[in-house]
């Protein structure tokens, strides 16, 4: 699955685009508390979550997480926009609720070869 693959998804819209839109983000990571993210998410994965600040951003740079994926049609302060910019972590935001969104993550990693 890839950061494009990602945008896709129906009712997803990019804010900031990944730095490599085709690099394979090899899994997800659901949770709205960054300690365990930090604790817990894979390398090279998406972090799907609402918490919308310039901390989640540190914490998936941190975390090695490539994407961050907000739900609930929640989207980034300009702030939020910038450090990912900065740090080269691409963000959308998806209507859907964690677990809707989830899901459907879900079944695009299994989809893949």
């Known amino acids: ?5 990602l945008a896709d998804l129906p009712n ?4 900031v685009n990944a730095k490599n839109p085709w690099q394979i983000i090899e899994a997800a990571y659901t949770s709205d508390l960054l300690s365990d993210v930090m604790a817990n998410a ?12 310039k901390n989640t951003v540190a914490c998936a740079s941190l975390a ?3 994407v961050i ?7 980034a302060p300009p702030d939020m926009l910038e450090a990912a910019r900065a740090q080269g972590v691409g963000i959308l935001s998806a209507r859907e ?8 993550v879900g079944t695009l990693l299994h989809k893949q070869p």
Do not use: E, K, R
């Open 1 to 5: 699955m890839t950061f494009q693959d």
């Open 12 to 15: 997803v819209t990019v804010l």
């Open 42 to 53: 894979p390398d090279n994965s998406v972090l799907i979550t609402l918490q919308a600040h």
């Open 64 to 66: 090695g997480i490539a």
């Open 69 to 75: 994926l907000l739900t609930g049609n929640h989207t």
């Open 97 to 104: 609720n964690q677990f809707q969104i989830s899901v459907m």
